[in-house]
């Protein structure tokens, strides 16, 4: 198996530190060939606290990923999170001059830079631009305006940004593996892109993704990503809770919530 048809995604969570591997096939789909998981210890919030303790949990993750798909990892595309992560809407413009009128590729890219172009924390650092829409010579609506011709062209971008060191400890955490981090993604991001399709993105559909010790969310409006974002609340929130209302130790309130609570889907609360 060529080593481009792998695609590895990790997950380095409160609770748990999770690799899945997958290979991409010729009509588009992925096949995943295995899981790796381990408990996840240094670890706090979605964010690592504990260097070495979490290096040691992700490598045991890797790992078990390995055996069950027989492959060597060397990449992984690394999802990230955290409450310093914020997001907001901006529009980006460019005037093309008298004498190129036909939008290209670097127009395209002019006007990215441009809706980047705000004041953000010094210690920030930008994550994802996302389109949301093209805009023509005041024509809205836009779906690909490469090829058109136009002297004014504005574009709508959903920007998600991050304190930087936060986000390269959980890279150098990786590299010192030492794994390729092929790109860093937002957890609630890669999660949408999993669970949602076109049509329900195009009829507003709100992705929320509840972890051990926080919260992602994501929401689309007409196809494109609105808003997203991270709440410092987890399913641990939860065991607390049980565990202070009930007066049980947290293992029994932990072991209460996963059987009674999972079982809502099934139907009910089991009597």
Known sequence: MASNDLMVGLEIGTSKICVVVGETRLDGTTKILGVGQAPSRGVRKGEIVDFETAMKCVLEALSDAETKSDVMIKGVYVGVTGAHIQSFNNRGCVILPDDHDEIDEQDIEDVKINAREVSIPAQNAFLHSIIQHYHVDGQNGVLNPIGMLGHKL??????????????????????????????????????????????????????????????????????????????????????????????IPMARAEKLKIDELSSWGNGGVKG
């Open 154 to 247: 504005e574009a709508d971008f959903h920007i998600i940004q991050g304190v930087r060191t936060r986000i390269q400890n959980t890279i150098r955490c990786v590299k010192e593996l030492p794994l390729e981090v092929e790109d860093v993604v937002f957890n609630p991001l890669a999660s949408a892109q999993v669970v949602l399709g076109q049509q329900q993105k195009n009829m507003g559909a709100l992705v929320i993704d509840m972890g051990g010790g926080i919260t992602d969310y994501i929401r689309y409006v007409d196809g494109a990503v609105q808003q997203s974002g991270t709440l410092g609340i987890g399913g641990d929130h939860i065991t607390n809770y049980i565990s202070m209302r009930l007066r």
